[in-house]
């Protein structure tokens, strides 16, 4: 699967107006080859999950460019993008199997029944959580929340994790 090139330029997401708005980016811009690892570090509060979220298409940015392959990004809608995201609070629903969570953005997609079973299979083995596949949730640790998480990101196999 052929990994997508980035380019954030002069991002900016502005929250509210007049003397209450907060500037949470500020003329952020970076690039990040096809297949390159790429990681945003800084302390809390700095705008880095706002600009995954402009990325993603969850945030509407107040000016900028977020470019993919060359091509305008901010006009692309979020379902739309093959972007996986791991949220730092997981986002698991807690009243669906483990499977199923996995499971959940290839039904979007309308995957067949077999597809779903053979990726959400695949998933699970990568991350060693075959075991678990018909718990929910709550019944997991941490860890293994988060590698849930991570498998749900992986399954439909996006162009950008």
Known sequence: MARAALSVRN????????????????????????GEFF?????????????????????QPTSGEILVDGRDFISVPPQKRNIGMVFQSYA??????????????????????AEIER?????????????YAARQPGALSGGQQQ???IARALVYEPTML
Request: hydrophobic content about 45%; overall charge positive.
């Open 11 to 34: 991002l900016t997401k502005q929250f509210g107006a007049g003397p209450q708005s907060v500037v949470a980016v500020d003329g952020v811009s970076f690039d990040v080859a096809g």
């Open 39 to 59: 990681t945003m570090l800084g302390p809390s509060g700095c705008g880095k999950t706002t600009t995954l979220r402009a990325i993603a298409g969850l945030d």
């Open 92 to 113: 698991l629903f807690p009243h669906l199997t483990i499977f199923e969570n996995v499971a959940y953005g290839l039904r979007l997609r309308g995957a067949s029944a």
């Open 119 to 131: 990726r959400v299979g695949e998933s699970l083995a990568l991350l060693q959580l075959n075991a």
């Open 147 to 149: 590698r849930v998480s």
